[in-house]
């Protein structure tokens, strides 16, 4: 069993994790890796706001709660602009709380995609994206501007 801590954006605090922990449940976009692993989220929080408030003190208790690895989620690059603090948080984890970093949770949903292909504001995080894009399926799947969407939710 892999047991896993979740670090979002601030920027949505209020968030209700859906398509995130969907993704673990479903081992969809960063998850997929586990397709026959159990996983377990010890951790779910906001980074604390700019430049990451929690940062010193979340991961490491999510890691004294089980955590072999942090994810930084999908809205670390879904917002607009994406976060300028990535690769510090990715760096600061990594050194600091010595536990290793994957960007991305969720696939991101298409409308995403091509809201910021037409920004053109993920130059520089192209290794980030590559595990939550690379998925048309699950592009679609994750793109909740759908008119079926929540009726594809109730498909299970």
């Known amino acids: 069993m892999v047991k896993v801590g979740i670090m979002i954006c601030d920027r949505n605090r209020k968030c209700t994790g859906n ?23 010890v951790g779910w929080m906001a980074c604390g706001g700019c430049p990451g408030e929690r940062l010193e003190f979340a991961p490491a208790d999510m890691k004294k709660y089980g955590a072999e690895v942090i994810y930084l989620a999908s809205c670390y690059l879904a917002g607009y602009p994406p976060c300028p603090y990535i690769k510090d948080h990715k760096t600061y984890i990594e050194n600091y709380v010595g536990l290793p970093v994957v ?14 292909e037409k920004a053109g504001d993920w ?19 994750y793109d909740s501007t759908r008119p079926d969407y929540t009726e594809s939710l109730k498909k299970k």
Do not use: W
């Not at 922990?21 to 960063?30: K, L, P």
């Not at 960007?103 to 910021?116: A, E, K, L, R, V």
């Open 19 to 41: 398509k995130c922990f969907r993704s673990v449940i479903e081992r969809d976009g960063a998850f997929r890796k586990y397709k026959d692993e159990p996983v377990e989220v």
């Open 103 to 116: 960007i991305g949770t969720h696939p991101m949903p298409q409308n995403y995609i091509d809201t910021h």
């Open 123 to 141: 130059e520089g995080c192209e290794e980030y994206l590559k595990e939550i894009t690379n998925d048309p399926e699950g592009a679609h799947k």
